[in-house]
């Protein structure tokens, strides 16, 4: 067995709390116990069995399993075929959205990896093969970390065109405004909102305007419009800058969209207005 630990207060958004690998001996088991933490095992080689809620699973190479914090679980290696397996010790702020994102859950704990394989095995190596002797090993570790969710989180949108059943409607409408509000400066379109969600484009179109009364797209430019009745209080900006500071390389057409949202052309806006409207999406 190999494992490393440490525990950072700087990283409380995501922290690595510790790691490792095991070639496990025939029958290897851990519980019926509970973690405080999340806890996620790679099988590199062997089969086993994994444990929680009543569940069994049988487990063999490229698999993975989730445990989450405070619920009960068995795992044990095959007694022909001894699995070996990595691991990796997690908590923060940022898990429960990760792992949503990566479709795992306590209801759903279970994962397979297909053309991400060697991209996670190379990212466990390098983690478990690394060692803390210079100063920004902590910051190199974290970075592993989430290098190690975005190979979870690619797969699973590679397969999921529906959400899992345990994930609510307004989980997903909250990623999407969330999403907006960190990048409507940029060039983004309801495709690449749906790719970051992870669901199809249309059905993600359709669950957004049950729930909200309005087109992503909608609500894109909307969000935009208010964005920039706030710019526009700023004298040093001219219409232009505004422009693209919301996302609008083309002048015209982002004074029309103002004016179709706000009621007034952003010039004629600047100069009648002392703050922005509140308009709903």
């Not at 099988?43 to 063999?60: M, P, Q």
């Not at 007694?79 to 306590?106: H, M, T």
């Not at 009745?229 to 609008?248: F, K, N």
Request: aromatic share 12%.
């Amino acid at each position: 067995m190999i494992t490393y630990m440490f525990k950072n207060n700087h990283f409380q958004e995501l922290q690595l709390l510790h790691y490792g690998t095991e070639a496990c001996t025939p029958g290897h088991h851990f519980g019926p116990a509970m973690r405080d933490y999340y806890k996620i095992h790679y099988i590199l080689n062997g089969k086993g069995t994994f444990e929680v809620g009543g569940k069994t699973y049988t487990l063999h190479k490229g698999q993975g399993f989730l445990i989450v914090p405070h619920s009960v679980v068995h795992y044990e290696a095959d007694q022909d075929d001894p699995w070996e397996y990595s691991w990796v010790a997690f908590q923060g702020s940022n898990s429960p959205s990760f792992l949503q994102q990566a479709c795992l859950s306590e209801h759903h704990p279970i994962f397979e990896l297909g053309n991400e394989d060697d991209e996670m095995r190379s990212c466990l190596h390098r983690m478990i093969n690394s060692r803390n002797t210079h100063k920004g090993w902590e910051i190199s570790m974290t970075g592993l970390l989430y290098q190690f969710f975005s190979i979870l989180i690619d797969q699973a949108n590679s397969e999921h065109l529906q959400p899992m059943p345990d994930y609510s409607k307004e989980t997903y409408v909250t990623q999407v405004m969330d999403f907006i509000e960190m990048n409507y400066a940029n060039a983004i379109t309801v495709q690449s909102i749906a790719a970051h969600v992870g669901l199809q484009r249309s059905y993600l179109c359709s669950l957004f305007k049950d729930q909200m009364g309005s087109s992503i797209q909608s609500y894109l430019v909307h969000y935009r419009m208010r964005r920039a009745a706030e710019l526009t209080l700023d004298p040093g900006l001219t219409i232009g800058d505004i422009a693209r500071s919301v996302g609008y390389t083309d002048q015209l057409l982002f004074s029309k969209m103002f004016k179709k949202v706000m009621g007034e052309a952003p010039t004629y806006y600047r100069k009648h207005k002392t703050a922005p409207s509140q308009l709903s999406c």
